[in-house]
């Protein structure tokens, strides 16, 4: 991370330089509200307004429940803590179908305007579509990477230069 190791620094190490993280299945701390998930990660207090703000990114509306909120939380608490660099393990997991389309939405906001780094782990072709770069990787092992508009028509093809792939679909790998 800005040209130095990270890799032997503990997790709370790394996100002090600037590292978040959402999980493919977010973690639940019991006794918290909401707002106190949202202030933690922010650092501090939040007005009303700059909360509503957060949770209305991710699709989040105290009239509005449908499903997938936990995760949406989770996005939420990684957008308030404004960092260099994001990690979002498979964001859609968990996510309703409404809400997926506001969530590519938030990831191209994100790029847009990020002062660093967002990487996305993901089967889905309309996030990877968002990509600039792809990683293809299968049984632990790189097995192509480069720029979306190489990457990509060999991943919908099925092909993904990937021989060790037993199923070459993109939700499957």
Not at 56 to 77: M, W
Not at 119 to 134: C, N
Not at 146 to 171: H, I, S, W, Y
Request: some cysteine; overall charge negative; hydrophobic content about 45%.
């Amino acid at each position: 991370l800005d040209g130095k190791d990270i890799t032997p620094l503990d997790v709370t190490q790394r996100a002090r330089c600037g590292v978040s993280y959402a999980f493919q299945t977010p973690v639940r701390f019991k006794g918290l509200t909401v707002r106190d998930l949202v202030e933690l990660a922010a650092g501090g207090a939040l007005s009303e307004a700059t909360l509503c703000e957060l949770l209305g990114k991710v699709g989040l509306c105290a009239r509005e429940y449908i499903g997938g909120e936990i995760k949406r939380i989770e996005i939420a608490t990684v957008l308030a803590r404004g960092t260099r660099f994001m990690l979002f393990d498979e964001p859609e997991a968990g996510i309703d179908l409404w809400s997926f389309t506001g969530l590519i939405d938030v990831f191209r906001d994100l790029r847009s305007h990020l002062d660093g780094s967002l990487v996305i782990i993901s089967h889905q072709e309309r996030i990877l579509a968002i990509a600039d770069e792809i990683v293809v990787i299968a049984d632990g092992v790189v097995q192509q990477a480069g720029p979306r508009a190489l990457v990509l028509p060999g991943l919908l093809d099925g092909a993904a230069g990937c021989t060790q792939c037993p199923n070459k679909e993109v939700g499957k790998q």
